[in-house]
């Protein structure tokens, strides 16, 4: 009995310092992104796994676009999946630049430049109340064991939920992904050239 019992301590004291260590990374992260430290995002961020991310909903909301109005072929879908992912892989690059980063966590929001729409409405991870961990448990979704999706917006349905993903590496969680609102991400798909 007292073997299960510290079995089952020992895994509460693990559950507690897994979302212990998640619930201190992203208030590092929302308190960088309010007092706008660029340094601190960059150093929490991990800008190869979240440049994939942006890229792959640009490409999926650009494949729905031309989805919605003719049939798109698989051997359209790889060749869209290719040179639409280098096309919207330099928009995402353009995206995570140093400054553009801690402007999208900061106010959700981003200017327009060559190659880039602009775009708001993005909920900004710094208006995120990081104090509460409980109202922060609502918000968390378990991605896999090493990743977790944090919601961003006020909404969960599908058409305007936002959420930050952080990813366990090493002894730390890392932002990883940037889920965008669907119209943000029809925004930024309807800048790709069309067929």
């Known amino acids: 009995m007292r073997w299960f019992l510290g079995t089952i301590a020992a895994l509460i004291v693990a559950v507690a310092i897994y979302l212990g260590l998640a619930a201190s990374s992203l208030a590092t992260l929302a308190s ?47 060749l869209i999946n290719t040179y639409g992912a280098t096309i919207a892989d330099a928009m995402a690059a353009k995206m995570l630049t140093a400054d553009n980063l801690t402007l999208i966590l900061r106010s959700g929001k981003i200017e327009a430049s060559q190659g880039l729409p602009a775009f708001s409405g993005l909920p900004a991870l710094a208006d995120l109340h990081t104090g509460n961990w409980l109202s922060l448990l609502g918000r968390v979704n378990f991605i896999q064991p090493v990743l977790l999706g944090i919601r961003v917006s006020d909404k969960s349905d599908p058409e305007n939920y936002a959420a930050i993903n952080l990813h ?28």
Request: charged share 30%; no cysteine; proline share 4%.
């Open 32 to 78: 960088a992104a309010r007092a706008g430290d660029v340094a601190k995002i960059l150093e929490k961020t991990d800008v190869k796994a979240l440049s994939r991310s942006l890229t792959n909903q640009i490409v999926n909301a650009y494949l729905d676009r031309i989805g919605a109005t003719r049939k798109v072929g698989a051997m359209e879908k790889m």
């Open 168 to 195: 366990f590496e090493g002894t730390e969680w890392r932002l990883s992904g940037i889920e965008l609102p669907k119209p943000i991400a029809r925004t930024l798909a309807a800048s790709l050239p069309v067929k």
